[in-house]
């Protein structure tokens, strides 16, 4: 038997005010859009803002439905959103916030599993790594270079 030991490295900012310019102007549009996410049942909000190589902005926010899982999360809103309308461009920055109605999100919320695995799957069909940065509603921003860090022994098309 052996072990194999995975490493994962992130970049912390302090607050979004650390951060390079450019990714200050992303955030603050992922939490414009967070702002008007439906989420009347989990009252999670969550924005997402892509940059493409062409140098468009795609914005998404969570999309809940009573019949669940129907809803959609924002970072798949945006994801898919940017698949259908440029499909050809390739994602190279993912800004991500969420924010509680009802409690204080202070620690940086990461992409849930299906989120990450629609990332991986980007990342992967245009072989280039996606940055993704991720907040609470305030406090620190991580940075991570690749969906990699997030999602480690991915699965993709060649495992098929």
Known sequence: MKE???TTTFKVFESLTHLPE??????????????????PYSH?????AIVLDNGKIVLGSNQ????????????????????????????????ITAASDSN????PIPPC???RQSIAEYEFKQ?????IYF????????????????LPLSFNSNSL
């Open 135 to 150: 907040m609470g509603e305030s406090g620190e921003v991580y940075k991570s270079n690749s969906i990699n860090n997030l």
């Open 44 to 48: 999670f909000r969550v924005g997402a």
């Open 104 to 107: 204080p999100t202070l620690s």
């Open 64 to 95: 809940e439905n009573a019949a669940y899982p129907s809803g959609l999360c924002a970072e798949r809103v945006a994801i898919y959103q940017a698949g259908a309308v440029y499909p050809e461009a390739k994602i190279v920055t993912i800004a």
């Open 127 to 131: 072989d280039a790594p996606i940055e």
């Open 113 to 115: 599993g299906a989120c």
């Open 4 to 6: 194999i030991h995975i």
């Open 22 to 39: 450019d990714i200050q102007s992303l955030m603050h549009q992922a939490i414009e859009i967070r702002k008007k996410a439906y989420a």
